[in-house]
């Protein structure tokens, strides 16, 4: 039995992430998606939108920000997070109850008061 060795080169090589690093990077999405749910919300409020039309407005707001990171990082995600779920993905529904809060009380100031 022959042992095979493996070269740098070898795609099932196994990346090495500093920890430190991925913990930043998955903070800073968290913090943007957050304050993008908050101003999304008041966006959506102002614009007096209701119903289906409110919550697409909360998916369109995350796509957008989704792609503003993607292009952030150059389209190499690898070498900022341990896969393409953890920027993509993950999180998407975080901000959702701060949407929700700041799209009524920004609705209600703007369009019932």
């Given at each position: 039995m022959a042992m095979?060795?493996?070269t740098m080169d070898d795609d099932s090589e196994g990346r090495l992430y500093c920890m430190d690093?991925?913990?930043h990077n998955q903070r800073i999405v968290y913090y943007s998606r957050m304050f993008l749910s908050i101003v999304g919300g008041c966006v959506t409020g102002i614009l007096g939108?209701?119903?289906i039309g409110g919550i697409l407005c909360y998916f369109i707001?995350?796509?957008i920000?989704?792609?503003a990171l993607f292009v952030k990082t150059g389209f190499s995600v690898d070498a900022y997070f341990v896969s393409w779920y953890a920027l993509g993905?993950?999180?998407i529904f975080s901000g959702v109850m701060?949407?929700?809060l700041f799209w009524t009380l920004v609705y209600d100031i703007v369009h019932i008061f």
């Open positions: 095979e060795r493996k690093n991925i913990q939108l209701t119903g707001t995350m796509a920000a989704t792609l993905l993950d999180g701060s949407f929700f």
